[in-house]
């Protein structure tokens, strides 16, 4: 069964840092693209940051751009969220999402993470 | 940005009666390589999203056959042919033509 198991979320100071985790199984993990998407408390959904499966290219969306950096080590099966000069708008709960391809366009977000709560305030 | 708009942004259905929601998109989702790619996710209360159509119209792993879609461009539309009570939620049309990806604003489906 492909799962996907995130970690790392909490509470931090307005221009603090944090990383995200998530943990893959299941699945060949180089494969396929992955992604970061947010919901903030009582919102909908939105889309954050990608990464293909080599881990060869990046993106972000401009919400974010510049202050989180998408990353993904192989070996681990593990994809990061290294998240800085935090804002109390990036208050969420975060979700990784697997794509059907190795590709992050033209491919779809089938298996979803349960989410880890990430709360800015002081 | 491709906006993706919803519509309506909620209802309400008696079991075994019938439900659509409508989405529309700023932009055509059609690919040169000939693939509409509009998908549809459901978050159930407390859950995290679940895939249930992609490709417009193509039902995913283990999604019950009462759910449908159907569409093509910019106009789609998912319907739930007899409503059940497991069927409450968000459901959420997404593009994933380009970048970045963007969702509709939401239909929250509740049981009368």
Redesign the interface.
């Known amino acids: 069964e492909e799962q996907l198991l995130e970690s790392g979320g909490g509470l931090v100071q307005p221009g603090g840092s944090l990383r995200l985790s998530c943990a893959a199984s299941g699945f060949t993990f180089s494969s396929y693209g992955m992604?970061w998407?947010r919901q903030a408390p009582g919102k909908?959904?939105?889309?954050v940051s990608?990464i293909t499966g080599s881990g060869g290219s990046t993106?972000y969306?401009?919400s974010v751009k510049g202050r989180f950096t998408v990353s993904r080590d192989n070996s681990k099966n593990t994809l990061y969220l290294q998240m800085n000069s935090l804002r109390a708008e990036d208050t969420a709960v975060y979700?990784c999402?697997k794509f059907?391809g190795t590709t992050?366009?033209?491919?779809?977000?089938?298996v979803?993470?349960?989410?880890t709560t990430v709360t800015v305030s002081s | 940005d491709i906006v993706m708009t919803q519509t309506p942004l909620s209802v309400s259905v008696t079991p075994g009666q019938p439900a659509s929601i409508s989405c529309k998109s700023s932009q055509s989702l059609l690919?040169s390589?000939g693939?509409t790619?509009l998908?549809w996710?459901l978050?159930k209360p407390g859950?995290?999203?679940?895939?249930l159509i992609?490709?417009v119209s193509s039902r995913?792993s283990g999604v019950p056959d009462r759910f449908s879609g159907s569409g093509s461009g910019t106009d789609f539309t998912l319907k739930i042919s007899r409503v059940e009570a497991e069927d409450v939620g968000?459901y959420?049309c997404?593009q994933?033509?380009?970048?970045?990806?963007?969702?509709?604003?939401?239909t929250r489906l509740e049981i009368k």
């Open positions: 992604s998407v909908g959904l939105e889309w990608a993106y969306a401009d979700y999402a059907t992050v366009t033209r491919n779809y977000m089938d979803w993470g349960n989410g | 690919h390589d693939k790619y998908y996710c978050q859950q995290s999203p679940q895939l992609y490709e995913f968000i959420y997404i994933g033509i380009h970048l970045p990806v963007t969702f509709g604003q939401g």
